[in-house]
Nanobody
């Protein structure tokens, strides 16, 4: 079992930055692919970014490429989402997710409760 707790959300003006963190429990964190998803009001949850267990591979949604980066610190059981040049359309609840597989499998199993990000225009 893996438990995930997100933090770092908040209110920011357009063009600003935020860094989200996701702290994971469990001794096998370093073997999990980690991902970030988001869900805006009235919309379906969508993929944002993912990072392989080693940190050597990453993937991003087209809508955030060049603005967001994802990283992880396996010693701290934490994954980060650095969000720059934020836009009002980035407003959503952001969720951390994990699964014990390769980055190409997309079999997200464990989910956090989410953290709200609001970008004002």
């Amino acid at each position: 079992q893996v438990q995930l707790v997100e933090s770092g959300g908040g209110l920011v003006q357009a063009g600003g930055s935020l860094r989200l963190s996701c702290a994971a429990s469990g001794r096998t964190f370093s073997s999990y692919t980690m991902g970030w998803f988001r869900q805006a009001p009235g919309k379906e949850r969508e993929f944002v970014a993912a990072i392989s267990w080693s940190g050597g591979s990453t993937a991003f949604a087209d809508s955030v490429k060049g603005r967001f980066t994802i990283s992880r610190d396996n010693a701290k059981n934490t994954v980060y989402l650095q969000m720059n040049s934020l836009k009002p359309e980035d407003t959503a609840v952001y969720f951390c997710s994990a699964y014990p597989g390769t980055i190409s499998q997309h079999e997200y199993t464990y989910w956090g409760q989410g953290t709200q990000v609001t970008v004002s225009s």
